[in-house]
Nanobody, 124 residues
Framework: QVQLVESGGGLAQAGASLRLSCAASGRTFSNYTMGWFRQAPGKEREFVASIQRTNILPYYADSVKGRFTISRDNAKDSVYLQMNSLKPEDTAVYYC?????????????????WGQGTQVTVSS
């Protein structure tokens, strides 16, 4: 089992920045691809970003490319999502997820473990 706990959400104005963190515990963190997803009210959960075990080849949804940066620190068992130039449409609950494998996955069914989520609200 892998336990994931997100933090860093909150209220921000459009154009501002937030940094989300996800702390993992349980099994060896460096064995997992890590991803961030989000779910807005009334919408399905959608992929945001993912990163391989070795911190290379991050993969982003088109909607956040150039504004968000995913990174990980395997020594701290943590993954981060730096969100810049926030827009009201970024408002959602953000989830951290872990997947076994070697790729950078955008499909939610690839992920085996999920955090409880952290709310991000962007005002215009």
């Amino acid at each position: 089992q892998v336990q994931l706990v997100e933090s860093g959400g909150g209220l921000a104005q459009a154009g501002a920045s937030l940094r989300l963190s996800c702390a993992a515990s349980g099994r060896t963190f460096s064995n997992y691809t890590m991803g961030w997803f989000r779910q807005a009210p009334g919408k399905e959960r959608e992929f945001v970003a993912s990163i391989q075990r070795t911190n290379i080849l991050p993969y982003y949804a088109d909607s956040v490319k150039g504004r968000f940066t995913i990174s990980r620190d395997n020594a701290k068992d943590s993954v981060y999502l730096q969100m810049n130039s926030l827009k009201p449409e970024d408002t959602a609950v953000y989830y951290c997820a872990a997947a076994q494998g070697f790729g950078t996955y955008s499909e939610s069914h690839r992920y085996d473990y999920w955090g409880q989520g952290t709310q991000v609200t962007v005002s215009s």
